[in-house]
């Protein structure tokens, strides 16, 4: 990792972890949904839905995600070497669920945490929470509800450091970003 | 490290899974790891994950097995690989065709990975010496040398129940002598930090040495060996071996060195037992201790698919980690 400076404090990010519970909430609303099911993807993605949950005290406990299976390059970079099994519990049939992300950009996590969803069921529906939702799609995906709206340079990364406190950090770097 | 280890490619991945013996202690850690992740994939209603799409995996048993086999199939089939069955009795080695002729046949095929058993100590590191770049090699027990993917799924069970190996006293009881599964627990259990190994078996079921070889303590009376063990591990009795004269009868080995709720009452009080299966009810255990509170002998055979998956997806996603020219060499 290259050097890294502070995009946004925990305090702006507290206050957009707010709006998005607005927003969530008015969305719930309109659609009539009155027990979503809410799953974050690892890492980034469980700390900002642990806060989400919280705010929107939904009953049942948050399920977690993670994608490495479901990665589209496994052939290039081979295995993930942190994977944490995915938790989900309760049943995803017929449930109207949100899945949380830190950062939303070129939409691959997207695309392979929906297929793990499809593996454990058919839910009713999803909705996309992020954190940041940054220029640099690759798959027609877009998020319902964004915390932060931003462009950047190809060549800049952010990241969401956690869980205790959070800081969105921005960092160049060569390469393409992880995900 | 000095010798280049032939289960390792140059940057230190895990290109075949051949032995415990040279293997880190980050190195078990990191499969143990990744199984912890894919034993949640049972718990998915479609139990499978789409890793290995579209590799190609041969299971090669010279040797009869079911669990061995079949958890292996199913690791595979759950990580989306196609798989070979190949029933080596009934095919072309029977036929006097050598293995390295199968090897190649099936390499033409464009396997890419092979699970091999074998009577033979050596036949695993045998094929992966001649085997070609792109193609790894899993040892599902090898005569009486090995048998790494049963040590890294006993490491897996151990660890769910006493996460810290540096404070385990663990006894492995039985036929020490041929058991390729007693030789890679020890290995396992002793880089993994275990303090405390030993072994319980008669004297002619023990290798010469072992103690030294091992770092283990040997016992010849079980009572005495299990006292105060987290963890009680028997082993399978051949029962060919009854006739060699190295064992009394089934029914005498099971008055000294069978598992009852009565020797297992110097262990522990949350001691688990374990055992490879298949189990000789009466011989190595009684009824009692293998279907009791404390058996794990069933998660055992859940872990098991967990770490095979864990070991042939870290094996299979090195494999295009190779240098650039080979990478190229293969698209050409």
């Known amino acids: 990792m290259s050097k890294s400076d502070i995009w946004k404090d925990t305090a702006a990010i507290e206050t957009a972890i707010d709006t998005m519970t607005e927003r969530l909430r008015e969305r719930l609303e309109r659609r009539g949904i009155e027990r979503p099911l809410m799953i974050g993807i690892h890492t980034g993605g469980v700390w900002v839905a642990e806060r989400l949950h919280a705010r929107l005290g939904l009953a049942e406990p948050l399920g977690h995600l993670d994608i490495s299976f479901y990665r589209d390059d496994f052939s290039r970079v081979g295995m993930h070497p942190q994977v944490r099994p995915s938790y989900l519990p309760v049943g995803v049939d017929d449930r109207h669920l949100i899945l949380v992300d830190d950062v939303l950009q070129s939409g691959r996590t997207i695309r392979a945490a929906h297929n793990v969803l499809f593996d454990y069921g058919r839910p009713a529906s999803v909705t996309l929470a992020v954190l940041l939702e940054r220029d640099g799609r690759e798959l027609p995906i877009a998020a319902d509800v964004a915390g932060f709206e931003a462009g950047f340079g190809a060549d800049e990364q952010i990241k969401l450091s956690g869980p205790e406190p959070l800081l969105m950090l921005r960092a160049r770097r060569g390469a393409n970003p992880i995900r | 490290m000095t010798t280049p280890n032939p289960q390792l490619d140059a940057q230190g991945r895990l290109k075949h899974f051949l032995t415990i013996d040279g293997l880190s202690r980050e190195l078990l850690t990191e499969i143990l790891d990744q199984a912890e992740g894919f034993l949640g994939v049972a718990q998915q209603a479609v139990k499978k994950v789409p890793l290995c799409r579209g590799k190609v995996v041969a299971n090669l048993f010279f040797e009869t097995s079911t669990r061995t086999r079949t958890t292996f199939e199913l690791a595979a089939k759950r990580l989306s690989a196609d798989v070979l069955n190949l029933n080596i009795s009934t095919s072309s080695t029977a036929k006097g065709e050598t293995l390295l002729d199968t090897l190649r046949n099936l390499e033409a095929m464009h396997v890419d990975m092979f699970v091999v058993r074998h009577a033979e100590s050596g036949t695993a590191h045998f094929m992966a010496a001649h085997a070609a770049p792109h193609v790894s090699i899993v040892n599902a027990g ?191």
């Open chain 2, 142 to 332: 090898d005569g009486r040398h090995a048998h790494p993917t049963q040590a890294m799924l006993d490491m897996l069970t151990i660890r769910r129940h006493k996460p810290d190996f540096d404070q385990l006293s663990v006894a492995i009881v039985g036929d020490i002598l041929h058991s390729r599964v007693a030789r890679s627990q020890m290995l396992a259990l002793r880089t993994l930090g275990v303090p405390d190994v030993r072994v319980i078996a008669p004297r002619t079921l023990l290798p010469t040495r072992v103690e030294e070889a091992f770092g283990v303590t040997a016992y010849h009376d079980l009572s005495e060996g299990v006292r105060d063990a987290d963890v009680v591990i028997m082993l399978r009795i051949q029962r060919e071996r009854m006739n060699s004269a190295l064992l009394p009868s089934e029914h005498e080995y099971f008055q000294l060195f069978g598992l009852t709720e009565e020797r297992l009452a110097t262990a522990k009080p949350e001691a688990i037992v374990m055992h490879p299966g298949p189990i000789n009810r009466g011989v190595e255990m009684d009824s009692q201790v293998a279907d009791g509170r404390r058996s794990v002998i069933l998660e055992q055979v859940t872990n098991g698919i967990a770490v095979r998956m864990a070991v042939m997806s870290m094996c299979l996603g090195n494999q295009h980690l190779g240098s650039p020219s080979q990478e190229e060499a293969t698209h050409a």
